[in-house]
């Protein structure tokens, strides 16, 4: 008998595999065995995997059913599904390690135990607050919060409270400056607290699994039984216990596909350990390893800054091959002050929009949420709409789930006859909702945001299918919540960088990018430091056409210009028109602060260093104003009962007398001398420099003394 020919592929199967590049196909057709797949920024990774999957279903060598596609996110596993089901692949599983664990308990834990699963709660705080209170420990909310992220860390890192306080010493942790061993007995007060109350965390969810699987072989093979092929998104943020649960879910098998970029890992404070991505040929010596390098997201100007950002470093993953054409070249701007930084990213936001980009299409990030403030006042003082991401996910939020009642209840009640969108709008004025936006910001926003995007998703359901009531979509309401499809409001996005994983926008902002806010001071670490410029490195590439990089030198409008940029973009700003030149001249101020100006010689003190002179050099200032000043100082602090160095130092008043301001301008770029000290002393110091009499007692205080 002749040997059987080569199998010709079906259409489908050709159609599926045409749609990729070249390395997207070999990720595609690598169908059995382990497969690590590094995946660049906007290189079309899900594009890749879920056509894999799609083309082991239409072969018939996967199963839909035996398929499970695991990723950190309800937003990813939704977006994995929606494409699958346009792939003619609908019966995969695809949920994150978190919900596949738990639809796993809520089956075996009461066969297995006899008793119903303990109840599960998101917030740790409330039992951790009874916890702290039963160990005598003082804490305030922002240190509950604290503990509640390292107790997350030390369960998702398999360091339970009895090893806590040595494993946190060799890490070097630290929580609100508590030692470890307080930590340790917070976090074990906490797990009692927990046991007594019946309930579960969410860290408990993958512990549990973990647990079932180890202990009980039944359960352990009606799992493997179940799911023969698995995929991992995201394999750089895999913490050691969803590892471990993954280890248990495979069985000693090796069908497993991963996907991931380490110079995407900005979790490690959380427990991610890219290491596995990194390490998985090792532990998988036959694995077939892909790199996917052409980005299909960002201009070739973007993807050039992004590969030099991380160029040299230990951060350097793939480098990235634009594919689309030439863009607009990125802004990189220096502010006078966060104010001016916020007006101007506001002003460029209004003039995209008047070009035609929605709103729903830029988005400005920022490090941490306490910079968004600045930027929700100019966006709201020019009537920009604008949506700050972070809060709860969409459909899980207590007004949103509020309006879902209502709309239900309407559309059982057969009210809301006409336009979806008018008998939407009808049930949310019941809410107090209004479709004009509220002047007011933060909660009162988000509430209204939330609403309206309901209204939105109305109208646009009503478009596309006219025909359809209220009822037809209250169903389309009920498939998006379990998929966690959210709708997206037409309004700029205010995130910070770690929310924006995963996300891209037309237009991006990265904000407040200025020293000790990039990296972040409390980063202190070479690790740290690192993880820090991987994060810069995601913003920048979560951008598809216009990318535009800002700070601020000073923080409050007429501060002093001390923030240089992040020290991250020193390769970028080479050649800026007005930022190159005025960061190196920053560079030479601040390398000759630390020599003294009359010797040379290195300053060692913070003294010395403020007054640019060495202890023992000669002062070279006006000692007669000096004295002057002194005098002045004393009296004024008398008549404001405060300690004469409050009003201002020693080191302070010899540089007033050393550099002579003239000016308001002059007096601001004195050391020791800012906004609050200008408006309070400064006319008196002007007017000393000048050689005018000054009484020190002000008009307000001499009528308190003589009433």
């Known amino acids: 008998m002749a040997p059987p020919g080569p199998i010709t592929p079906t259409r489908q199967e050709q159609t599926l595999l045409d749609a990729l590049d070249p390395e997207q196909r070999q990720v595609a057709e690598a169908l059995r065995g382990p497969v690590r797949v590094l995946a660049g920024a906007g290189t079309g990774k899900t594009r890749a995997v879920t056509h894999r999957i799609a083309h082991g279903v239409a072969t018939g060598v996967y199963a839909p059913t035996e398929v499970l596609a695991l990723s950190f996110t309800t937003r990813a596993a939704g977006e994995m599904r929606e494409r699958l089901r346009r792939l003619g692949a609908p019966g995969v599983q695809a949920r994150t390690f978190h919900a596949a664990a738990l639809r796993q308990l809520r089956f075996f834990w009461p066969r297995v135990h006899q008793r119903e699963l303990p109840e599960l709660t998101e917030s740790k705080l409330s039992m951790l607050a009874l916890a702290a209170r039963r160990q005598r420990l003082g804490v305030d909310q922002a240190t509950l919060r604290d503990l509640a992220s390292e107790v997350e860390w030390a369960k998702v890192s398999n360091v339970g409270p009895d090893s806590y306080a040595a494993v946190a010493r060799a890490r ?400 970028l700003l080479d050649g800026t028109p007005g930022v190159s030149t005025q960061r190196r001249e920053r560079t030479r101020r601040n390398r000759a602060a630390l020599h003294c100006r009359e010797c040379g010689g290195t300053l060692s003190t913070p003294a010395e260093k403020k007054t640019g002179r060495c202890a023992d050099c000669p002062a070279s200032y006006d000692e007669a104003l000096f004295e002057r000043l002194r005098a002045w100082r004393l009296e004024r602090a008398s008549a404001d009962s405060v300690p004469a160095f409050v009003v201002f130092t020693d080191a302070t008043l010899q540089l007033i007398a050393e550099h002579v301001p003239k000016d308001e301008k002059g007096l601001r770029a004195i050391s020791g001398v800012g906004p609050g000290k200008i408006a309070k002393y400064g006319d008196d110091v002007l007017a000393l420099v000048a050689g005018e009499e000054v009484s020190a007692v002000p008009d307000e205080t001499s009528e308190k003394l003589f009433r």
Request: proline share 5%; charged share 25%; aromatic share 6%.
């Open 172 to 571: 070097g942790r630290t929580v609100s400056g508590l030692d470890p061993e307080v930590v340790a007995r917070a976090f074990d007060a906490y797990e009692e607290v927990k046991r007594g109350q019946g309930r579960m965390d969410m860290e408990d969810v993958l512990l549990f699994g973990a647990g079932l699987l180890a202990d009980n072989e039944a359960v352990a093979a009606q799992v493997r039984r179940q799911y023969k092929w698995f995929v991992v998104d995201e394999f750089q943020d895999v913490s050691p216990l969803q590892h471990a649960l993954l280890d248990l879910w495979l069985g000693g098998r090796d069908e497993l596909c991963v996907v991931g970029d380490p110079a995407q890992t900005i979790y490690s404070f959380a427990g991610a350990d890219a290491r596995y991505l990194r390490e998985f040929t090792q532990a998988f010596p036959s694995a077939t390893s892909v790199e996917l390098v052409r980005n299909y997201r960002s201009t070739p100007e973007v993807v050039a800054a992004a590969n030099t950002l991380l160029a040299g470093t230990p951060s350097k993953g793939v480098d990235l091959v634009a594919q689309r054409p030439a863009g607009a070249r990125i802004t990189y701007r220096e502010a006078s002050d966060e104010v001016a930084e916020a007006d101007a990213v506001a002003e460029r936001v209004a003039a995209l929009r008047a070009q035609g980009v929605p709103a729903s299409r830029m988005a400005v990030l920022l490090r941490i949420n306490a910079q968004s403030e600045r930027f929700e006042e100019a966006l709201a003082a020019r009537g920009l709409p604008y949506v700050v991401r972070g809060a709860a996910r969409f459909f899980d939020r207590a007004e949103v789930r509020q309006a879902i009642t209502l709309v239900r209840g309407a559309a059982r009640s057969g009210e809301g006859a006409g336009p979806v969108a008018d008998a939407v709008v009808a049930v949310l004025s019941q809410m107090g909702h209004s479709t004009q936006p509220p002047e007011g910001r933060g909660e009162v926003r988000n509430r209204w945001e939330s609403l309206q995007a309901l209204v939105d998703l109305a109208a646009d359901f009503g478009r596309e299918r006219p025909d359809a009531d209220l009822g037809a979509f209250v169903d389309d309401l009920d498939r998006r919540a379990g998929e966690q499809h959210a709708p997206v409001a037409d309004a700029v996005t205010l995130a910070t960088i770690h929310s924006a994983k995963g996300l891209e926008w037309d237009a991006v902002f990265v904000a407040g990018m200025h020293e000790k806010m990039m990296p972040i001071s409390q980063a202190q670490t070479p690790a740290e430091v690192e993880e820090e410029r991987r994060l810069l490195y995601v913003a920048m590439t979560r951008a598809r056409d216009e990318l535009a990089v800002s700070w601020a030198v000073a923080r409050e409008p007429g501060g002093r210009a001390t923030r240089g940029p992040s020290p991250f973009l020193s390769g």
